[in-house]
């Protein structure tokens, strides 16, 4: 094993098959033979070459054509493997006619344009994925809109929440996220084709060779480039980096799932897979399996995403190699990130969720996690620092003396004389202390329904 991506064993854990073959050797080459059918079309459109050479260019521009033990061998000796598919195909054709093979073009235009190519249809598989986590997502906040639960800060226990709340605000930054993908398509989609330094110079008929770059984004579906973007890595940069954000919002669920899994806890639990998560030691253990490898996955995401800022620091017009860190991080990213998305959306499609816990969590503290709603209700009736302090005394009592905070705030003459026992019951129970959690749901479920009905 070379690569965990590439591991027979753990390839399907941490990457996905179809994300794989987008980014293999055998479809980047297909990348590059479509590139160049696609401007013999666009040139001979143009009358820039004959359209005899179009013909058996686009002929021969197919992937069993390809060498591929020669093509390896000519880029290790050459550096790049486009001038070993160009030379392929001029080998393949007449004398005469292959010599307008990937006329006034450059390797990088080629290079560049086949990643746009393998990021489109990556971008795809991921909205796929994305879209069936978000529908799992949604049926959990749909579903468990009004079960109570404990909030959490700074891993204490904070104020109650619904569950199907969680899941909303884990739903909204998905969303959010969707969105982001739509506006990087707009920017990354773009084809490259300038030449040899950006001018495209190359072609020496200007307005042929506007019309050429229009002619062969038009063919290859891509938007036409403003100006040359050889060494402007931005939109590739920015594409891998929507990734590493993506997987950290995925890992800040795994881990959310992770801790509500601990014994002690026992909110929610993976789905139940019959001895997915077993340990060989203790048969009673069941171990968050998807979480660990989401948060794996999302670390390494990141850390790819820390070397492609680096391929920004390019040389004038055409780089002397930071260029080459994309090939490197930039597939890595993109299955990795898939493997993550497979994770979740196991997770996330099967989780178990434990109301009963999640009650017994909530009155954990007898009382406690509304102390915060007895301060506001006082605060009027005293002041709010005063308020403050009488709450405190009462729950540290509370805690001393095992007892329910309704019970000492009822005890307690100072507020009695202000509140009624059952206004204390009633601000006691965490249930009556949601505040707009199920309207939050609501809304956010209503913009999910509208932006899928949209789309």
Not at 179 to 197: C, D, H, N, P
Request: proline share 4%; hydrophobic share 40%.
């Amino acid at each position: 094993m070379s690569s965990i991506i590439d591991s027979c064993i753990f390839r399907d854990i941490f990457g996905s098959g179809p994300m794989r073959d987008i980014w293999s050797d055998k479809r980047r080459t297909e990348y590059y033979l479509e590139w160049e059918a696609a401007l013999a079309i666009a040139q001979a459109r143009l009358a820039i070459i004959p359209e005899e050479a179009r013909d058996v260019i686009v002929e021969k521009c197919k992937i069993e054509n390809m060498d591929f033990e020669k093509l390896k061998r000519d880029t290790e000796l050459i550096g790049y493997p486009v001038l070993g598919v160009v030379q392929q195909i001029v080998a393949l054709c007449p004398h005469e006619l292959g010599g307008w093979c990937h006329f006034g073009a450059t390797t990088q235009d080629v290079t560049d344009t086949a990643t746009v190519m393998a990021i489109r249809a990556s971008l795809d598989l991921i909205e796929n994925q994305l879209d069936e986590l978000m529908h799992h997502i949604a049926n959990l906040a749909e579903k468990y809109r009004e079960q109570p639960m404990v909030a959490r800060s700074n891993m204490q226990q904070a104020v109650p929440i619904t569950f199907g709340f969680k899941m909303a605000r884990l739903l909204a930054t998905l969303q959010r996220h969707r969105k982001r993908m739509a506006q990087i398509r707009e920017r990354v989609l773009t084809l490259e084709f300038s030449g040899a330094a950006g001018t495209l110079a190359s072609i020496t008929d200007s307005l042929k060779a506007t019309q050429c770059q229009e002619q062969l984004a038009q063919e290859l579906d891509l938007r036409v480039p403003e100006i040359a973007w050889h060494t402007e890595r931005d939109g590739i940069v920015e594409t891998g980096t929507f990734l590493a954000m993506l997987c950290g919002t995925l890992s800040k669920c795994a881990t959310d799932v992770k801790l509500m899994m601990q014994t002690e806890v026992g909110e929610v639990s993976e789905p139940f897979v019959p001895h997915r998560g077993s340990s060989s030691a203790m048969p009673n253990k069941v171990n968050p399996i998807s979480c660990v490898y989401i948060h794996a996955i999302a670390a390494t995401v990141r850390q790819h995403a820390a070397a492609l800022m680096e391929s920004m620091v390019q040389d004038h017009e055409r780089s002397s190699g930071p260029w080459v860190i994309e090939w490197i991080v930039l597939p890595e990213i993109f299955i990795l990130t898939a493997g993550a998305l497979d994770q979740a959306c196991h997770l996330m499609g099967g989780l178990v969720v434990h109301p009963e816990a999640m009650l017994r969590n909530l009155y954990l503290t007898n009382g406690l996690v509304v102390s915060e709603a007895v301060m506001i209700r006082l605060a009027p009736l005293l002041d709010r620092k005063r308020a403050h302090d009488l709450v405190y005394d009462c729950c540290r009592r509370a805690s001393s003396e095992h007892k329910t905070l309704a019970e000492i705030l009822k005890s307690d003459p100072q507020v009695t004389e202000l509140i009624s026992d059952q206004q204390i019951d009633q601000l006691c129970d965490p249930r009556h202390y949601l505040g707009l959690s199920c309207d939050m749901v609501d809304n956010v479920l209503k913009e999910y329904k509208r932006s899928s009905r949209k789309e």
